[in-house]
Structures are given as C-alpha cells and as structure tokens.
C-alpha cells in the first residue's frame, strides 16, 4: 500500500472532527498518516495548510484525504477552490439542510470551545471533574449527595477511569467506592453509600481478567490470585444482587460504553450533553 | 419557537456523532431536546425507535432532527425508509465518497470501541490515565522519564484537568508539578523537574481569574488573595522565561484548547490519536 496522508483542518482544537473522522476511517484497512492543523483562522494559515497538503499530494502521488471544519465561509472557498487534496466538508454538509428545515441561518461561531472557559457548561465540567478526584476510591464521605452517581465494585474493575470519564465528556459528579472484603464479611454495603443506593451503579468483571490486571499491580499477591479474585467477584456480585443495585461486566466494555450504559440505564437528572 | 427534538442514533455510544452534532447545532439560536438511543444493533430495536421518532414529529408537528451513526446497511435502510424525521447519515455520507477514492470496500465494523478493550490502543489510554493520577500535583517523582509531558504552573491554574484530558483523550502520559512560594524562593524549578525539562510545559493564569478560582476553595484566605495570585503568577512567568519553557495563558481557554495547543507546541513521541 503507498502512502496516503488524512489531514484534519478545524478553526478550533479539531477534536471533533479527528475522532469522526477517525471512526469513518476505522472503516477501512488502510493506514494513512495522519497530521492535525488545528487553529486554521485566518486566510494566511488557510493558504499555508493549503500548500502543505498540495505538496504532499504531490510526492504521495494520490489526493490527501482533508476532513474540514471550518465555520468561515470564506477561509472554506479558499480551501475548496485551491486545495489538491480530497476535501470532506464535515460542517456545511449537514448545516445546509438544517438551514432550510428550521428556516433560519446558522452563526457561523466558530469552535465550539470559543470563549466557554466561562461558561455555565464548563465551569459545571471542571466541576465535576474536581468532584470526581475527591471521590476516588472512597477517598470522601463528604457531600455525597451531590453525586450523581456513586460507582461501587472491587479493586481495579474499571470504576476510577469510568468516573473521570463519566465528570468530563458528561459534566457528571461521579464518586466511586470500593467493595472491600470487610464490606463481605459484614455482608453489607459501606455504612455511608446506604443513604444513596439509589444512585449506586456497580461494576464487575471477570475474575480471570482482574487477575491479569492486578499482577500487573502486585505480581504473586494473594490480592492478585485467581482464587482471592473468584471469591471478591462473587461476593461482590451477591452483595449486589441482595442490595438491589444494578451493574454490568467491564471485561469487555471500554470506559465510553460503560459510562453510556450507565447514562442510559440510571439516567442522572442533570444531564449536560 | 415551537419543540423540536434531536435524536442520536447509533449502533454503539453515539458519543462521536453526539459530540459532532452538538458542534452543529451550536450554530443555531434554536435549543431543541436532545434525545440519545445508543446501541442500536438490531432489526427490532431500530423499528422502535423509528415509531418513536415518528410519534414525536406527529406530536411536535415538525420532523424531529435524527443524526445517525449506523454501519449496518439493512438497519439504515429500515430507519431511512420508514422514519418520518429528517435524517442526517453522518456515517454513509463520507464512507462512500472515500470507497471510491480508496477504490477498496469498506468493513461496516460496527462501533469504534468494539472489543477494543482489550486493544493496545485502549491498555495505553487506562495506562496514561492511571499514569497521570499518580503523577497528579506533584505526588510522585517516580517514572518522569515514563512522562510525554509534565505539565508546570501555580496552584489552580488548569494542570489536572488538563492532564487527565490529554491521557483520556490522546493517551498521554501527563504528570503536573505546582510551583509553589518555596520554588520561587530558590529561584529554579523542583529539582525533580530539571532533568525533565524539554517536556515541560507552562500553564499561567489571569491573577484576577486565579483569584476568583482560589477564594471559591478557601474564601478570604492569604493564599486566594489578588497580591498574592499576582505575585505568585509573576514569579511562575519569570521562572518559566528563565527557564526556557513553553507556556500559555488558561484564562479564556478550555482544557481541549490547552491540550491541543500543548500536542501541537510539543509534538510528544507517542501520539496516539
């Protein structure tokens, strides 16, 4: 396979359109290099990016593909009209028809970031990520009924990336605990989670991959061993069952699917975005 | 205005094509109701959404607005074919110009996360993150020269969140370090720092903003005042000067701002994605 280069223009950050570009090219068996121009804002940066890619184009000898988003009608005509490469207009494609459904015109802002260091949404992000930190690990009883959720499972079943994920793409307070083998024997969730069952989501995974997981930790530990997984796993898994709290297996689930199963399934009430 | 609704549907997360049609939308004045249908995958379960879609556009009496993300060619055409909302195929619209280009077929893999947790990619995210709580404020001088960055600044001036970003969103490995009143004192960075120093990177802050920032966590105190954020904000941008490192200023940017501008400024080895 010759090479192919993707490039990824944005008048913002281009996150969003180099994680959709990403999953389209997920699609195909190709591997392209790819290179991110973000802060692509004036006519000068436009016609520098556009040189970039024309050479490139060139010395590859087969078209860039060029995912765009640019708000500036006019920064995007230089780049249509002059551009060698593929350009995949990822903005206009679907503000056009959305312009003649709702019968109004868009803004053209640009960046979906621009200025919302001091917005309402972000300052509530920050937030909740800050939240999410004291939170971690049972580490604070303290103003647990500003969670929005409170993970609960054994050591290392996915609840701290899950949580920081849950506070940052979603604005989420997510607190997390561990289930230790003193709540087993007690056969009882810790004293300070009974008040907010409710809102306890639990995580369990297979013992045979948090065996794995912890010996990366702690090689040839009882806590790592198969047997003392098997036996956390399931006391966990009863002591949710008899609680009434729901949960699912992060064996297989990225933080992004758990944290969307959650989402769906409990339904916090300040949903951000 | 009268309701609209927005739903997302997708066969995995739909955060990708949320997060995307939320950029769009952002370029109008209208606030429409965001409803989200993740994991859409099968013949039944797209037929009940489309009633779904269909009964609201009946109550709303205007065609609800559907981004989809679908892979599967059968379920697409079910939704196309029988939805009564405006659809807009974030998905199809660009995998078939680029079939063409590419002149192969493509997977119709559905979700970019699908079994991915157990890929490279995603052990190297749970990696960086877990990396990066370790190293958050300072905690640990073990394993910096594992660091892609290490990020510099006063108290509260933005590192943590930025960090845990960067290793969620991009798989770095982003420890910070607070330089504090003792670090100024010495006039030179934390002596764990100085071998480290070409992956540093500056944070500074407005002292007004800092100072807003501060008084929220400790109201009145000697450590939140204006003279003492902009004496230890003056001190932080005349050590970085000295020191031959990067920085920018937090105040009107978000943490995907800061982290897009440090990937681009330091171009780490190992970029993920």
């Not at 206009?92 to 960046?111: A, D, K, Q, Y």
């Not at 997390?176 to 989501?201: G, M, Q, T, V, W």
């Not at 047997?227 to 297996?249: F, K, P, T, Y």
Request: with cysteine.
């Amino acid at each position: 396979m010759l090479n192919r280069t993707v490039y990824f223009i944005s008048d913002g950050t281009g996150i969003t359109a180099e994680t959709f570009g990403n999953s389209i090219l997920a699609q195909f068996t190709i591997k392209p290099r790819h290179v991110r121009r973000p802060f692509i804002d004036t006519v000068d940066k436009v016609h520098q990016v556009v040189r970039e890619i024309n050479h490139t184009t060139e010395l590859e000898g087969r078209r860039s593909i060029v995912f765009v988003t640019l708000v500036d009608s006019e920064l995007l005509a230089i780049l249509k009209t002059q551009c060698k490469g593929m350009v995949l207009d990822m903005f206009n494609t679907f503000i056009e028809p959305l312009e003649t459904e709702f019968g109004i015109t868009s803004n053209h802002r640009v960046g979906r970031f621009s200025d919302i260091s001091k917005s309402q949404e972000y300052t509530d992000r920050i937030e909740a990520i800050n939240f999410s930190l004291a939170h971690d690990d049972g580490q604070s009883a303290k103003n647990l009924e500003q969670a929005d959720v409170i993970l609960v499972g054994v050591s290392r079943s996915g609840k701290t990336p899950t949580s920081l994920y849950l506070a940052m793409q979603h604005g989420i307070k997510a607190a997390n605990y561990p289930l230790i083998p003193e709540d087993f024997e007690r056969r009882a969730i810790p004293a300070s989670l009974a008040p907010h069952k409710a809102k306890c989501f639990g995580l369990t995974i297979a013992p045979e991959r948090l065996c794995e997981i912890r010996n990366e930790r702690r090689p040839n530990s009882k806590y790592a061993s198969i047997e003392n997984c098997r036996h956390e796993v399931a006391e966990a898994e009863s002591m949710m069952r008899r609680e009434g709290i729901s949960w699912l297996s992060s064996t297989h689930k990225s933080i992004e699917e758990i944290a969307t199963t959650i989402l769906r399934d409990i339904r916090p009430d300040r949903l951000m975005y």
